[in-house]
Protein backbone atom coordinates (compact mmCIF):
# COMPACT_ATOMS: atom_id res chain seq x y z
CA UNK A 1 0.00 0.00 0.00
CA UNK A 2 3.06 2.03 1.07
CA UNK A 3 4.50 1.65 -2.64
CA UNK A 4 1.32 2.66 -4.51
CA UNK A 5 1.03 5.84 -2.69
CA UNK A 6 4.59 6.47 -3.73
CA UNK A 7 4.24 5.45 -6.94
CA UNK A 8 0.86 8.05 -7.50
CA UNK A 9 2.42 10.98 -5.51
CA UNK A 10 5.31 10.57 -7.90
CA UNK A 11 3.28 10.88 -10.96
CA UNK A 12 1.18 13.68 -9.65
CA UNK A 13 4.79 15.48 -9.07
CA UNK A 14 4.95 14.41 -12.90
CA UNK A 15 2.28 15.75 -14.18
CA UNK A 16 2.55 18.80 -12.57
CA UNK A 17 6.05 20.10 -13.62
CA UNK A 18 5.19 18.68 -17.30
CA UNK A 19 1.93 21.46 -16.58
CA UNK A 20 4.49 23.65 -15.37
CA UNK A 21 7.15 23.48 -18.40
CA UNK A 22 3.97 23.95 -21.25
CA UNK A 23 2.56 26.35 -19.61
CA UNK A 24 6.00 28.56 -19.54
CA UNK A 25 5.95 28.36 -22.98
CA UNK A 26 4.61 31.63 -24.10
CA UNK A 27 3.74 32.06 -27.72
CA UNK A 28 4.77 35.34 -29.71
CA UNK A 29 1.52 37.32 -30.37
CA UNK A 30 0.65 38.67 -33.95
CA UNK A 31 2.38 42.13 -34.88
CA UNK A 32 5.35 44.08 -33.97
CA UNK A 33 7.98 42.88 -31.35
CA UNK A 34 11.81 43.51 -30.28
CA UNK A 35 13.59 40.42 -29.85
CA UNK A 36 15.68 39.68 -26.64
CA UNK A 37 18.27 36.93 -27.76
CA UNK A 38 15.80 34.28 -26.26
CA UNK A 39 14.12 31.76 -28.41
CA UNK A 40 10.50 32.35 -29.31
CA UNK A 41 7.61 30.39 -30.40
CA UNK A 42 5.09 30.68 -33.13
CA UNK A 43 1.66 29.26 -32.89
CA UNK A 44 0.74 29.30 -36.97
CA UNK A 45 3.31 27.84 -38.24
CA UNK A 46 4.18 25.45 -35.00
CA UNK A 47 7.73 26.31 -34.84
CA UNK A 48 10.64 28.33 -32.86
CA UNK A 49 13.75 29.64 -33.27
CA UNK A 50 16.25 31.99 -31.58
CA UNK A 51 16.60 35.78 -32.40
CA UNK A 52 18.87 38.55 -32.18
CA UNK A 53 19.41 40.68 -29.27
CA UNK A 54 17.49 43.94 -30.22
CA UNK A 55 16.35 43.03 -33.32
CA UNK A 56 12.71 44.50 -34.39
CA UNK A 57 10.63 41.90 -36.33
CA UNK A 58 7.25 41.28 -37.82
CA UNK A 59 4.70 38.39 -37.24
CA UNK A 60 2.00 37.61 -39.39
CA UNK A 61 1.07 33.94 -38.69
CA UNK A 62 -1.38 33.90 -41.46
CA UNK A 63 0.57 34.89 -44.35
CA UNK A 64 3.67 33.04 -46.36
CA UNK A 65 5.78 35.75 -44.89
CA UNK A 66 5.42 34.49 -41.57
CA UNK A 67 8.19 36.50 -39.52
CA UNK A 68 10.51 39.20 -40.53
CA UNK A 69 13.28 40.59 -38.27
CA UNK A 70 15.59 43.34 -38.84
CA UNK A 71 18.55 44.70 -36.76
CA UNK A 72 19.81 48.38 -36.37
CA UNK A 73 20.14 50.57 -39.19
CA UNK A 74 24.15 50.40 -40.19
CA UNK A 75 25.84 52.90 -42.13
CA UNK A 76 28.77 52.42 -44.93
CA UNK A 77 30.50 55.10 -45.96
CA UNK A 78 30.72 55.29 -49.91
CA UNK A 79 33.18 58.51 -50.14
CA UNK A 80 30.10 60.52 -51.86
CA UNK A 81 27.58 59.02 -50.21
CA UNK A 82 26.63 57.13 -47.44
CA UNK A 83 24.92 53.11 -47.56
CA UNK A 84 21.93 52.94 -45.33
CA UNK A 85 21.10 49.37 -44.99
CA UNK A 86 19.72 46.78 -42.25
CA UNK A 87 20.79 43.17 -41.84
CA UNK A 88 17.61 40.92 -42.00
CA UNK A 89 16.45 37.27 -41.64
CA UNK A 90 12.69 36.15 -43.40
CA UNK A 91 10.80 33.00 -42.94
CA UNK A 92 8.32 32.07 -45.17
CA UNK A 93 5.93 29.45 -44.62
CA UNK A 94 5.43 27.28 -47.99
CA UNK A 95 1.83 25.19 -47.71
CA UNK A 96 3.12 22.23 -49.20
CA UNK A 97 5.90 19.83 -48.13
CA UNK A 98 8.15 17.58 -50.01
CA UNK A 99 11.29 16.11 -49.18
CA UNK A 100 14.38 17.55 -49.39
CA UNK A 101 16.29 16.28 -52.37
CA UNK A 102 18.53 16.62 -55.27
CA UNK A 103 14.73 17.37 -57.09
CA UNK A 104 13.87 20.08 -54.63
CA UNK A 105 17.40 21.37 -54.51
CA UNK A 106 16.73 22.15 -58.90
CA UNK A 107 13.28 23.74 -57.90
CA UNK A 108 14.25 25.48 -55.15
CA UNK A 109 17.16 27.12 -57.08
CA UNK A 110 14.67 28.21 -59.86
CA UNK A 111 11.90 29.26 -57.86
CA UNK A 112 15.06 32.15 -56.18
CA UNK A 113 16.40 32.98 -59.93
CA UNK A 114 12.53 33.76 -60.49
CA UNK A 115 11.68 35.24 -57.68
CA UNK A 116 15.07 37.94 -57.66
CA UNK A 117 15.23 38.56 -61.30
CA UNK A 118 11.67 38.67 -62.26
CA UNK A 119 9.25 39.00 -59.50
CA UNK A 120 11.37 41.40 -56.99
CA UNK A 121 14.23 41.90 -59.15
CA UNK A 122 17.90 42.91 -57.39
CA UNK A 123 20.88 43.93 -58.98
CA UNK A 124 23.31 41.26 -60.42
CA UNK A 125 21.35 38.76 -58.76
CA UNK A 126 23.27 34.81 -58.97
CA UNK A 127 23.19 32.12 -56.88
CA UNK A 128 27.14 31.15 -55.57
CA UNK A 129 26.33 27.70 -54.23
CA UNK A 130 24.15 25.45 -52.83
CA UNK A 131 24.84 22.05 -51.34
CA UNK A 132 22.35 19.44 -49.02
CA UNK A 133 22.82 19.00 -45.32
CA UNK A 134 21.78 17.50 -42.13
CA UNK A 135 20.11 20.04 -40.04
CA UNK A 136 21.36 21.19 -37.76
CA UNK A 137 24.88 20.44 -38.76
CA UNK A 138 27.63 17.96 -36.21
CA UNK A 139 28.37 21.51 -35.36
CA UNK A 140 26.11 23.01 -33.91
CA UNK A 141 23.99 21.67 -30.53
CA UNK A 142 23.09 18.06 -30.71
CA UNK A 143 19.15 18.05 -30.98
CA UNK A 144 17.02 15.55 -28.96
CA UNK A 145 15.78 12.29 -29.69
CA UNK A 146 12.48 13.95 -30.34
CA UNK A 147 14.24 16.55 -32.78
CA UNK A 148 16.71 13.80 -34.61
CA UNK A 149 18.76 15.36 -37.66
CA UNK A 150 16.34 16.05 -40.87
CA UNK A 151 17.73 17.02 -44.37
CA UNK A 152 17.99 20.67 -45.31
CA UNK A 153 19.21 22.78 -48.63
CA UNK A 154 21.27 25.39 -47.88
CA UNK A 155 21.78 27.97 -50.40
CA UNK A 156 24.15 30.73 -51.15
CA UNK A 157 23.49 33.91 -53.36
CA UNK A 158 24.99 37.59 -53.62
CA UNK A 159 23.44 41.03 -55.29
CA UNK A 160 25.01 44.26 -55.73
CA UNK A 161 23.21 47.19 -54.00
CA UNK A 162 24.53 50.51 -54.81
CA UNK A 163 27.99 49.01 -55.82
CA UNK A 164 28.42 46.74 -52.66
CA UNK A 165 28.45 43.22 -52.88
CA UNK A 166 25.44 41.85 -50.34
CA UNK A 167 25.15 38.43 -49.02
CA UNK A 168 22.21 36.03 -48.82
CA UNK A 169 21.95 32.94 -46.78
CA UNK A 170 19.18 30.46 -47.80
CA UNK A 171 17.87 27.47 -45.47
CA UNK A 172 15.05 25.19 -46.56
CA UNK A 173 13.54 22.69 -44.19
CA UNK A 174 10.43 20.43 -44.59
CA UNK A 175 7.95 19.34 -42.16
CA UNK A 176 5.37 16.91 -42.44
CA UNK A 177 2.77 19.19 -44.00
CA UNK A 178 4.16 22.55 -44.41
CA UNK A 179 8.44 23.50 -46.09
CA UNK A 180 9.71 26.87 -43.73
CA UNK A 181 12.12 29.07 -45.75
CA UNK A 182 14.63 31.30 -44.32
CA UNK A 183 16.90 34.06 -45.83
CA UNK A 184 19.34 36.05 -43.95
CA UNK A 185 20.83 39.01 -45.74
CA UNK A 186 23.79 41.22 -44.93
CA UNK A 187 26.48 43.49 -46.37
CA UNK A 188 29.26 40.59 -48.00
CA UNK A 189 31.82 42.46 -46.15
CA UNK A 190 31.00 43.00 -42.76
CA UNK A 191 29.96 39.66 -42.51
CA UNK A 192 32.63 38.11 -43.47
CA UNK A 193 34.77 40.19 -41.47
CA UNK A 194 32.91 40.36 -38.08
CA UNK A 195 32.96 36.73 -36.65
CA UNK A 196 30.71 37.35 -34.00
CA UNK A 197 28.22 38.49 -36.35
CA UNK A 198 28.18 35.61 -38.46
CA UNK A 199 28.32 33.42 -35.57
CA UNK A 200 24.87 35.14 -34.58
CA UNK A 201 23.09 35.09 -37.78
CA UNK A 202 24.25 31.07 -38.00
CA UNK A 203 23.38 29.86 -34.72
CA UNK A 204 19.95 31.79 -35.62
CA UNK A 205 19.93 29.59 -38.92
CA UNK A 206 20.59 26.45 -37.42
CA UNK A 207 18.10 27.02 -34.71
CA UNK A 208 14.32 26.56 -36.49
CA UNK A 209 12.28 23.16 -34.64
CA UNK A 210 9.47 21.91 -36.35
CA UNK A 211 7.93 18.86 -36.43
CA UNK A 212 7.45 15.59 -38.70
CA UNK A 213 9.18 15.62 -42.12
CA UNK A 214 7.89 14.38 -45.12
CA UNK A 215 6.90 11.01 -47.05
CA UNK A 216 9.86 10.15 -49.57
CA UNK A 217 9.44 10.84 -52.98
CA UNK A 218 7.43 8.67 -54.48
CA UNK A 219 6.03 7.12 -51.31
CA UNK A 220 2.71 8.04 -52.19
CA UNK A 221 2.95 6.68 -55.70
CA UNK A 222 4.27 3.08 -54.68
CA UNK A 223 1.16 3.38 -51.97
CA UNK A 224 -1.44 3.97 -54.42
CA UNK A 225 0.56 1.74 -57.20
CA UNK A 226 0.19 -1.13 -54.50
CA UNK A 227 -3.79 -0.29 -53.68
CA UNK A 228 -4.00 -0.99 -57.20
CA UNK A 229 -2.87 -3.81 -57.22
CA UNK A 230 -4.67 -4.55 -54.46
CA UNK A 231 -7.90 -3.78 -55.68
CA UNK A 232 -7.21 -5.58 -59.36
CA UNK A 233 -6.66 -8.23 -57.22
CA UNK A 234 -9.96 -8.41 -55.63
CA UNK A 235 -11.43 -7.64 -58.86
CA UNK A 236 -10.14 -11.04 -60.63
CA UNK A 237 -10.06 -13.21 -57.29
CA UNK A 238 -13.59 -14.21 -58.42
CA UNK A 239 -12.47 -15.01 -61.50
CA UNK A 240 -9.42 -16.94 -60.70
CA UNK A 241 -11.36 -18.92 -57.82
CA UNK A 242 -13.87 -19.78 -60.17
CA UNK A 243 -10.93 -20.90 -62.93
CA UNK A 244 -9.31 -22.71 -59.91
CA UNK A 245 -12.50 -24.69 -58.90
CA UNK A 246 -13.12 -25.35 -62.63
CA UNK A 247 -9.61 -26.92 -63.01
CA UNK A 248 -10.25 -29.04 -59.74
CA UNK A 249 -13.24 -30.19 -61.10
CA UNK A 250 -11.51 -30.69 -64.30
CA UNK A 251 -9.17 -33.28 -62.38
CA UNK A 252 -11.84 -34.90 -60.48
CA UNK A 253 -13.79 -35.58 -64.01
CA UNK A 254 -10.97 -37.15 -65.22
CA UNK A 255 -9.36 -38.89 -62.20
CA UNK A 256 -12.92 -40.35 -61.94
CA UNK A 257 -12.66 -41.67 -65.96
CA UNK A 258 -9.43 -43.09 -65.34
CA UNK A 259 -10.58 -45.16 -62.25
CA UNK A 260 -13.54 -46.33 -64.58
CA UNK A 261 -11.34 -46.95 -67.59
CA UNK A 262 -9.28 -49.43 -65.02
CA UNK A 263 -12.57 -50.48 -63.44
CA UNK A 264 -13.49 -51.68 -67.22
CA UNK A 265 -9.91 -52.85 -68.28
CA UNK A 266 -10.00 -55.12 -65.09
CA UNK A 267 -13.51 -56.56 -65.85
CA UNK A 268 -12.81 -57.18 -69.24
CA UNK A 269 -9.66 -59.53 -67.83
CA UNK A 270 -11.72 -60.89 -65.60
CA UNK A 271 -14.10 -61.45 -68.41
CA UNK A 272 -11.04 -62.67 -71.22
CA UNK A 273 -9.62 -64.68 -68.04
CA UNK A 274 -13.01 -66.38 -67.57
CA UNK A 275 -13.40 -67.22 -71.18
CA UNK A 276 -10.02 -68.77 -71.42
CA UNK A 277 -10.84 -70.99 -68.95
CA UNK A 278 -14.26 -71.88 -70.95
CA UNK A 279 -12.58 -72.66 -73.65
CA UNK A 280 -9.91 -74.89 -72.10
CA UNK A 281 -12.48 -76.43 -70.17
CA UNK A 282 -15.23 -77.92 -73.23
CA UNK A 283 -12.22 -77.78 -75.26
CA UNK A 284 -10.81 -80.93 -72.59
CA UNK A 285 -13.68 -82.05 -72.81
CA UNK A 286 -15.82 -81.99 -76.11
CA UNK A 287 -19.26 -82.30 -76.54
CA UNK A 288 -20.75 -84.97 -78.51
CA UNK A 289 -23.06 -84.49 -81.20
CA UNK A 290 -26.71 -86.36 -81.02
CA UNK A 291 -26.67 -89.20 -82.73
CA UNK A 292 -30.27 -88.90 -83.49
CA UNK A 293 -32.60 -85.76 -84.42
CA UNK A 294 -35.92 -85.45 -82.70
CA UNK A 295 -38.04 -84.21 -85.35
CA UNK A 296 -41.87 -83.28 -85.18
Known amino acids: ?22 AAVKFLPEGLFVATGDRIYLNKPPISLNTLPTWQGYYLPDSGLTLKMEGKREKIDLGTKVLRFKPSLIVRTLRWTEPIDHIRKKSF ?40 KKPALLVYSSYVSHHQNMIQIHMLVAGKKEQYAMTYTDHDRLFRSDHKRAQHAWNTLY ?34 VAKLKDRRTLKLYLRRIKREQVKHMSQAKKKAKQKRKTQELFGKYPVKTPIFNLSD
Not at 10 to 19: E, Q
Open 109 to 148: IAALKEEFTQNNPLNHFQILGAQLINYPPSNQDEPTPAQK
Open 207 to 240: SLRYDGEPMARYAKLKIAFSLGMVMFLLMFLPFF
Open 1 to 22: MRFVSCVFIMLSCSLFLSNISI
